[in-house]
């Protein structure tokens, strides 16, 4: 029997040779399909009153019970007739592949209770895979404990927490399960630790998760008031993101053994507070997005369509909204996302007559359309605009759209930009046309940065505020003939949640105005 101090390593290999043993057996099931979890017994991390010795004594005997059916080598499967050896072979490839349910990575809403399923959904229990999974790190705004507790399996699984905390910390470290683990990021001034990441070990991959939403059952789907969208890839991502939030340095080298090759054509994106210059300048914020457009090959000289959704907006002005539209055409020039700013320009200060009021759209809720959802007001507690904002003069109200659930009275919490070009002139070419970012940020100063001047350096350099990251997703259109490129295109790559194209704000509405002080989710 293994001991209860065995390294991370052997506890892996074993539970790798134990699930292909499984899955051999279990051919025929669907992994995205599971039953509901029991009920969660555990109150919260605060209580202290779990069985750590029985659960480690039930985990043993379950590794006890399946190890003698295990093929441990190659001499055992060699005294197998040839016949029976080739079934196993067959057998243990197809279960390695239904193993794998997104090798190419995908996009799904959130699942929510009250409307049928479909293909483009998924709950929070097709993600983690319950009973599969070894080891998780969860990074997110807002937790609810006993919730969580509930969707993963604590006797077998390891956890590691990304999250922000001060007075907390020390408090939130004792009264967690034993495999529990706290990363605490450094926020270098106020801001959010607002990154919503899940990094997934199973027995034969590792699942990538970008949610838009956060751990708690109301952002999917289980009170049926709102939707959130999720990018899943069963394959690694790159790991300097995770070492500047202070993970953990052997987790990180641990995701060298996988296969990356399938990333190559997707962008991580990411913001972390702070002062940024030079080459960190380039890699964060909307700079940092400006420079992925580039590598990607999406970057354009031409004019773009800009559909921003988002949960929350900052104090937005004209110069912020440039910045962001350069970026989305890919200029990493800091100069060019930069141009026409200065007093008194019609960037900065409302004219009328935006320049992008035709190719920048920002969904956004009404008032009327929050008090018309499912939920009503009391649903809208995520959905973030202050009113005060909206009369200053250098708010863009003019781009602003309605941003109406194409799910019946659903309210959203989606991050989501759309980028297209205006026509597509190569037919048959592959030729990228258009992409998408899901992610956790908001259209905001403190998520994307804003760019200033160091008065000592004479230096530009770029402040964030929060955490935030998400991933972009080219869009190849092989049989687009000439003309314009529309809506349409995202069809395969990203479900649209919103009605589009979204309707403009009458004279006498207004967006959804949060009256309580609270920071933005």
Known sequence: MASTDESENEQLERAIALSLQDHAERTVENVLQHSEPPPNKFASFGLGSLDRKKMEDERLARVAAKRPRVVHDEGYAAEMPASKRMALQKVTQAA??????????????????????????????????????????????QWDETWLLSKVDISCTKVLLVAFASDEAQEMRQN????????????????????????????????????????????WGETGVMENMVFLIDLPLKDYYLRAMGVDTGMVNSLSKY????????????????????????????????????????????????????????????????????????????????????????????????????????????????????????????????????????????LMRDCVNNRDGLLMHTKLILVRHRTSS??????????????????????????????????????????????????????????????????????IPMQVPGRKYLQNEHPWFFHRHVQST
């Open 176 to 219: 967690a399960p034993s495999n529990f683990k706290f990363c605490f990021p450094y926020m270098r001034g106020p801001g959010s630790m607002h990154s919503k990441l899940q990094i997934l070990r199973f027995s034969s991959y590792l699942r990538i998760v970008i949610p838009s939403g956060n751990l708690v059952p109301n952002d």
């Open 259 to 398: 296969d990356f090759s399938r990333t190559e054509d997707i962008g991580f994106v990411y913001s972390m507070p702070g002062s940024h210059e030079s080459n960190f300048l380039c890699q964060n914020g909307y700079h940092g997005l400006a420079t992925t457009i580039s590598a990607l090959g999406l970057a354009t000289g031409s004019s773009v369509e800009v559909d921003i959704a988002c949960a929350s907006l900052g104090s937005i002005k004209y110069d912020f909204v440039h910045a962001i539209y350069r970026a989305c055409q890919g200029h990493t020039d800091i100069e060019k996302l930069e141009e026409s700013k200065h007093p008194g320009s019609s960037l900065s200060q409302r004219s009328g007559q935006s320049e992008h009021q035709d190719s920048f759209r920002i969904y956004f809720p009404t008032h009327e359309t929050v008090a018309r959802s499912r939920g009503g007001e009391n649903a809208a507690g995520t959905i973030c605009f202050q009113e005060k904002w909206w009369h200053m003069s250098s708010f863009p109200t003019e």
């Open 426 to 495: 190569e037919a048959g070419t592959s030729k990228k046309v258009a992409w998408a970012y899901l992610g956790s940020a908001n259209l905001s100063e403190s998520a994307w940065g804003r760019v200033v001047t160091d008065r000592t350096t004479g230096k530009k350099k770029l402040m964030c505020r929060n955490w935030e990251c998400g991933v972009v997703l080219p869009v190849r259109v092989s049989e687009q003939g000439n003309g314009p490129v529309d809506m349409k295109v995202f069809q395969g790559t990203v479900p």
């Open 96 to 141: 390695e592949k239904i193993a794998v349910p997104f090798p190419k990575g995908t996009v799904k809403r959130t699942w929510v209770r009250g409307f049928d399923r479909s293909a483009d959904d998924i709950k929070i229990e097709e993600v983690l895979q319950r009973d599969k999974l070894l080891l998780a790190l969860f990074s997110s705004y």
